[in-house]
C-alpha cells in the first residue's frame, strides 16, 4: 500500500503562528484605518473621487467623459463644501468608459454618501470571493481576508480591484464547474482594468476552448455597446488619449514607477533611465510569457496554469500599486488547496506568513527599493513553487 503524505504536526504550529501574529498586528493596522481620511470625511475617500467624478460625467456629459477641463471643474465643484483639493489640483479619472458606465448609480448620491456605499459593494466583493473560494474554512478565509492591511487599502480607496478579483474567482468557479463560457463572460469584464486581465485572456486562448473564448467575446462585445451607446465609441480614444497624457504629466497614470511593486518598478527604483527601463521590461515580459507558456505545456492542471496567470500578471504588469497585490487572494486558496497533502505544505505556509508580513511593512513605507524588492522577491518565490509544483512527476488532482 503506498504511503499517503499528510502535513507535519508542526503546521498546526505555523498556523497558530500565523494567527498570533495577526491579531498581534491588530493596532497597527488599526492605526492605518484611522490614517485614511481627509478633511470633511470620516474615511477616505482616497482614489474614489475620480471614479465619482466618471460616474457624474456619465450621467450629466457622456461624451465629455475624458475631457480635462470638464473633470476638473465638476470635481473641484464636488469637493469645494469640504473644502479642500488633490494636491496636483485634479485626480483625472482614467479608467475605460465602462468602468465609468457601470458605475454611474453612485452619482445619484452626493460624493460622502456614494463612497460609503461603494465601500459596503466592495466589502460584499470580498465576501463573495470568500464564498466562491473552494475551500472548507470559508470563515477562516474571511477573516484573514480582513486582517491583511492590502485588504483595507483597496477598500479604504475605493479601488476597483476587489471587482477585479471577484470577476476573476466567479470566472475560476464558473469554469471548474462546466460553465466554460460564462467564465469567458466573466474574465472579459477584466476590461475595468486590463492590465490585470492581460495573461488569464492569453491562457484562453492558448487553451483553445471554445466556449471560453466565445464568452470572452461575448463579454467584450457587451462592454463595447455599452461604451457605444453610452458615451460613444471615440470615448475610446478619448481614454487612450487621457492615459498618454497622465503617464507623461505625472509619471505612469499618476504612480511613480519606483512605487510599483513589479519588475518595471525594480528597473525604476534601480535608476535605470526610463528609456532603458522600457525596453527591459519588454524583454522580461517576453520570458515571463515564454516561461509561461512552458508551464502550461508541463501540468495538466488547469488550477496551476490560472494561477501562474495571475503571478505573471503581477510580476509583469505594466502599471500596478500595493492594492493590486489582492489579486493573490485569488490563487492563495488555489495553492494551499494543492499542497496541503504535499512535503510543499511548510513551504506554501511560509509564503503565506511572508506575503501577510510584507504588507504591514509596505502600508507603513513606500521607500522605493523596499516596495518593488520586496514583492517582486515574494512572487518569485510564489512562481518557484508554481514552478515546482507543475514539474512533479504525480499529476495534480483537480
Known amino acids: 500500500m503506498a504511503n499517503v503524505y499528510s502535513p507535519p504536526a508542526s503546521l498546526c504550529r505555523w498556523w497558530r503562528l500565523y494567527a498570533a501574529g495577526l491579531i498581534a498586528t491588530l493596532p497597527l493596522l488599526g492605526v492605518f484605518i ?11 475617500p482616497g ?20 475631457d480635462m477641463a470638464r473633470q476638473t471643474d465638476l470635481q473641484r465643484t464636488i469637493l469645494a463644501p469640504f473644502g479642500w483639493t488633490y494636491a496636483d489640483g485634479v485626480l483625472l479619472y482614467n479608467y475605460p468608459p465602462f468602468l465609468a458606465i457601470i458605475t454611474q448609480w453612485l452619482a445619484f448620491f452626493p460624493l460622502a454618501k456614494a463612497y460609503w456605499l461603494w465601500l459596503f459593494t466592495n466589502i460584499g466583493c470580498v465576501l463573495l470571493i470568500a464564498r466562491f473560494s473552494e475551500i472548507e474554512a470559508k470563515g477562516m478565509f474571511v477573516w484573514f481576508l480582513f486582517m491583511w492591511p492590502i485588504t483595507w487599502m483597496v477598500l479604504l480607496q475605493g479601488q476597483p480591484v476587489a471587482l477585479s478579483a471577484c470577476l476573476l474567482v466567479a470566472g475560476w468557479w464558473s469554469w471548474r464547474h462546466g460553465s466554460r463560457t460564462v467564465a469567458g463572460f466573466l474574465w472579459a469584464w477584466l476590461l475595468i482594468k486590463p ?21 470572452l467575446f461575448l463579454g467584450g462585445g457587451t462592454l463595447l455597446l455599452l461604451t457605444s451607446l453610452i458615451t460613444g465609441w471615440r470615448s475610446l480614444l478619448g481614454w487612450w488619449d487621457m492615459l498618454r497624457f497622465t503617464a507623461e504629466a505625472t509619471g505612469s497614470y499618476g504612480i511613480p514607477p519606483t512605487r510599483m511593486p513589479n519588475f518595471f518598478g525594480v ?15 519588454g524583454i522580461g515580459a517576453f ?39 489582492f489579486l493573490l487572494v485569488v490563487i492563495a486558496p488555489l495553492i494551499w488547496r494543492m499542497v496541503e497533502t504535499t512535503p510543499h505544505a511548510r513551504t506554501a505556509m511560509l509564503i503565506l506568513l511572508g506575503t501577510h508580513a510584507a504588507a504591514f511593512v509596505n502600508i507603513f513605507s513606500l521607500a522605493p527599493l523596499l516596495v518593488a524588492g520586496l514583492w517582486v522577491g515574494i512572487l518569485l518565490v510564489w512562481w518557484w513553487l508554481l514552478t515546482t509544483l507543475a514539474h512533479r512527476p504525480a499529476p495534480i488532482q483537480e
Open 287 to 325: 520570458i515571463i510569457l515564454m516561461l509561461l507558456v512552458r508551464l502550461w505545456l508541463h501540468t495538466s492542471s488547469d488550477t496551476l496554469a490560472f494561477a501562474a496567470a495571475i503571478v505573471a500578471t503581477l510580476l509583469f504588469t505594466p502599471h500596478s500599486f500595493l492594492h493590486d497585490l
Open 34 to 44: 484611522l490614517q485614511q481620511h481627509m478633511p470633511g470625511f470620516l474615511l477616505g
Open 267 to 281: 528597473f525604476s527604483a534601480l535608476g535605470i533611465p526610463e528609456h532603458w527601463a522600457w525596453p527591459a521590461w
Open 47 to 66: 482614489d474614489f473621487t475620480a471614479f465619482y467624478t466618471g460616474a457624474l460625467l456619465v450621467r450629466q456629459a457622456p461624451t465629455e467623459l475624458y
Open 195 to 215: 492590465q490585470l486581465g492581460t495573461f488569464v485572456w492569453l491562457w484562453i486562448l492558448w487553451r483553445r476552448d471554445r466556449a471560453a473564448i466565445r464568452g
